[in-house]
């Protein structure tokens, strides 16, 4: 992905700590800002924790980083894509990317009359692959 062209497209100025911090997200996604800043400062000894607060608010701002916000436990960044679903491992926490039809869950919904849908995350809680797996296994 060409994220300087992506930046560039939106008025952002391709600065190398939003470049370093749009590569770590597209590595590992799903990261808290803490393991964020923990990833780059090995990469960039002399990035602060301000500059990257104020490089992805700048990018949360512009929609090209997501704030997934996980009720009561922590909020982690992504790289905008395609609109998506998360599975919260209940075993390991590990946060999983689910494909979802937002438009039929839409349609489904029943809204309070006079109110509107404009946008929403949706957040499943169950087990990642591998803790699934291994809850099977110990049943067997």
Same mark, same amino acid.
């Given at each position: 992905?060409? /994220?300087?062209? =992506?930046?560039?497209? *939106?008025?952002?100025?391709?600065?190398?700590?939003?470049?370093? @911090?749009? =590569? %770590? @997200?597209?590595? %590992?996604?799903?990261?808290?800002?803490? !393991?964020? /800043?923990?990833?780059?400062?090995?990469?960039?000894?002399? @990035?602060?924790?301000?500059?990257? /607060?104020?490089?992805?608010?700048?990018?949360?701002?512009?929609?090209?980083?997501?704030?997934?916000?996980?009720?009561?436990? $922590?909020?982690? &960044?992504? @790289?905008?894509?395609?609109?998506?679903?998360?599975?919260? +491992?209940?075993? +390991?926490?590990? *946060?999983?990317?689910? !494909?979802?039809? &937002?438009?039929? *869950? $839409? =349609?489904?919904?029943?809204?309070?009359?006079?109110?509107?849908?404009?946008?929403?995350?949706?957040? &499943?809680?169950? &087990? +990642?692959? $591998? +803790? !699934?797996?291994?809850?099977?296994?110990?049943?067997?």
């Amino acid at each position: 992905m060409n /994220y300087k062209a =992506r930046l560039n497209a *939106i008025g952002l100025k391709a600065t190398s700590q939003r470049l370093t @911090l749009m =590569r %770590q @997200l597209a590595m %590992q996604g799903h990261l808290t800002i803490d !393991a964020i /800043y923990l990833a780059l400062k090995n990469e960039r000894p002399l @990035l602060s924790l301000s500059t990257v /607060y104020n490089n992805l608010s700048a990018l949360v701002k512009r929609g090209i980083v997501k704030e997934v916000a996980i009720a009561g436990e $922590r909020q982690v &960044f992504e @790289l905008t894509q395609q609109k998506h679903a998360h599975l919260i +491992c209940r075993k +390991c926490g590990a *946060i999983t990317d689910v !494909a979802a039809d &937002f438009a039929a *869950i $839409r =349609r489904a919904a029943v809204v309070p009359n006079g109110a509107e849908i404009e946008e929403g995350d949706l957040i &499943f809680n169950g &087990f +990642c692959a $591998r +803790c !699934a797996a291994a809850e099977h296994s110990d049943v067997a």
